[in-house]
């Protein structure tokens, strides 16, 4: 796992109080940071130590022996456990040598065991194809993706791989955990190196496995039991439609929080409801496969810090969006800052790559899709986009709020000047009091706003 810093990201820091005889704005602009614990990667290539390291990856380590005369076969002479890496949580700093003491027909025996032939080989490969990560490998690392793969279903240990290049094993790893967010059991991997002469002959693999096979199945069927529950509920009239209720469901139901054990993985979301970026984008990547919609994880930062979030395709055209930043629990705890704000953030539902890159910077090792679609944003679809500073049209979106019993409203700018010219008119000059606000004992006005000007949206609540 990679973890978030404490650094705030404050998207917009206008903040103030505007008083009139008879007009009261009372301004609470939301600030949107990156918390600690938004875990992005099941692993991390750099290895670091002190109190601010974001990933500790353990040493691989070698026991030095005097060596035999080389032998002319593989089971003349027994071949060293050269060293194991593992993967391991932020709380722990572990250095663990390999023991293994196999012969590779033995090994091989074994690998053949939990369908690793070379005729499996072939049939998982066919079975895999179209998963995105899988597609971005080459031939010797999708035959490295399926072994991954295969190993990790079946929870085994020190299985033989194909490769003995352990420069690859990273990238391929974490190629499957991101195409299967059903892998909530797993915390990295061990691999072991079986060495003759100081040259390697052949590696071991190991998932890390948190649970064992009967506790695995015991949460798989509450996993099974959660997502029964609700999917009835997320099937929308169209694939727009599923996609937000899906969006909306994991931010109701789910809190921003470290405090869950499993929060890199789906359990903390569909059973501990508390979860951080990772589980938020496995969840919503879980949902909309099972609902048939392309979904795929995506690794990066925001904010200067790791952070993960999604891509998904609605009628052939791709978007962007990040769970995690729509929920309000994200970047605010303050009972007086939620009060009467709205529950969801939808600046972030359906949108470009050339918006999400203001504050999101994709991992540039893989090539995701380009987002240019605007169709399917959420306030294209919902009504609520302005090309321009419109009268008419913004009292329409007030009065459809009114009319629908809403208190808040949230309205989008198609650009940089526009945002502007709306946050002059209805902020500045408090033209916003012709639309909204609730009416004080005292004769005064009172409304609330949030401001987003990185994405250009801005939040009014009574």
Known sequence: MWFCGDEKNILDNRMGIKKQTLLIMS?????IFCLTGCGVLDFFKVSQSGPDMEEIIAETAEKEREQ???ASSDEAAPLESGGSQEYLDIEKNQVEEGTGNLSKSDLEIKREEIGLSAADI?????????NFYFEQLGSEERVLYVEFYQILVMQAEEILLSTTDTEILPRVYQCVINDHPEFFYL????????TRNDEV?????????LYDEQEVARRQDAIDAAVEAKIDGLTGSDDYETVKLVYEDLILSTDYSMDSPDNQNICSVF?????????????AQYLLNYLGIPCIIVNGTAGGSSHAWNIVEIGGAYYHMDVT????SYYTSSADEKEGAPDIDYSYLCVTTAEISRNHRMDAEFAFPECTALSD??????????TAYDEGKIREIFDAARAQGSHNVVIKAAGEQVYQEIYRKLIDEQKIFDYFGTYQASGEYKIAYSGNEEMGTISFWE
């Open 271 to 283: 059973l501990d409801k508390k979860s951080v970026c990772n589980g938020y984008a496995k969840a």
């Open 68 to 70: 035999d005369a080389e």
């Open 122 to 130: 072939i049939g998982l490969q066919e079975a895999q194809a179209g």
């Open 325 to 328: 930043w729509g929920d309000p």
């Open 377 to 386: 944003n959420y306030f294209v679809r919902e009504g609520l986009y302005l």
């Open 27 to 31: 301004v609470f602009l939301i600030s």
């Open 201 to 209: 002959q052949y590696i071991t693999f190991s998932g890390r496995y």
């Open 187 to 194: 915390n990295g991997y061990t691999y072991t190196q079986y």
